[in-house]
């Protein structure tokens, strides 16, 4: 996790992540040794590529980096 990112930087990695995966998801397609048409490979590299962006860009820690602590779990001990 990149934490709170300014909207042109994730803007900018967004489309780095769309850009890299669907790159590497034409060239799969285009290898003949890999039995794996253009169109699917693109199609996998978009899927891949939305994913990638999501988990970059995603906070998945809301409020926590914000200065808000977590409850406490207390434990009483009874003697």
Do not use: K, S, Y
């Amino acid at each position: 996790m990149l934490g709170p990112l300014p909207t042109l930087h994730r803007f900018a990695l967004v489309l780095g992540a769309l850009l890299v995966c669907v790159g590497i998801g034409f060239w799969l397609g285009a290898m003949p040794e890999i039995p794996l048409n253009l169109r699917a490979g693109v199609l996998a590299g978009v899927g891949a590529g939305v994913a990638a962006a999501f988990v970059l860009v995603h906070d998945f820690h809301q409020g926590l980096h914000q200065g808000q602590a977590r409850p406490a779990r207390v434990r009483r001990r009874t003697h």
